[in-house]
């Protein structure tokens, strides 16, 4: 009797991980992104000016006055004070070493210092169709380095959750598709999850690794392309979870 009940417990035992399995939930996960294209409504322009020279005082009245120009151009082309703002100042000092040679051959080597000064401006262009008149007018004047334009839209937040619902919808449909060509009946979502997708303002998106793009326009919006500016690109990926019935 001892050794029958001893053999109905390892049994037991044998058929326990077998039943936890069973009882487990059957799961299904689909990703998918979405991405919506946008007119950007807003510009900016980073730029500056580089001078070099041997003088400080001067070079720093030379900026001034470049500057002077600047901000009163802008105000010609009704940019508000507020759009246009002062980034940085970079003063280096740099030696150079100077050789010179006297009648007799000998030579001598003395040490001069010089000044690099950068300045570098921002302004913000409420119409981005203008950035192109702009920033030539403004290389005009003695600007001599471009650092950036960049483009945007005060209304991020609003296509990021169009970008998300769109996402959503389609990570749905892709799921019902998979459903139903596995032969398999899916039941509630028991879980959303965002993924990363690179931030704005990035001009392009690297390649996503999640497993569906669809590019969809904003809802309601004209999305033609603008002539010189083109659209800029928001994005939103999910990852649904479905139990399986």
Known sequence: MKKHCMLLLAAAFLYAPSFAAAAAPQLMSVSADAEVRVKPDRAAITFGLFEKTDNLRRGAERLNAVAKQVADYCRTRGIED??????????????????????????SETEKLQYELTQTFTITLEDPAQYEDVMYGLLGMGINRVENVSFYSTQMRRYRDEARRLAVKHAREKAELLAEAAGIRLGKTVNVAENTVPAWPAARYAASNVSQNITEGAAGDNLLP????????????VTLTYKIK
């Not at 507020?82 to 007799?104: E, G, H, M, W």
């Not at 603008?226 to 990926?237: E, L």
């Open 82 to 107: 507020r759009f246009i703002q002062t980034d940085s100042l970079r003063i280096t000092p740099v030696y150079l070493n100077q050789t010179t040679y006297a009648k007799n051959g000998v030579k």
């Open 226 to 237: 603008a002539p010189a500016t083109g659209m800029i690109s928001v994005k939103a990926a």
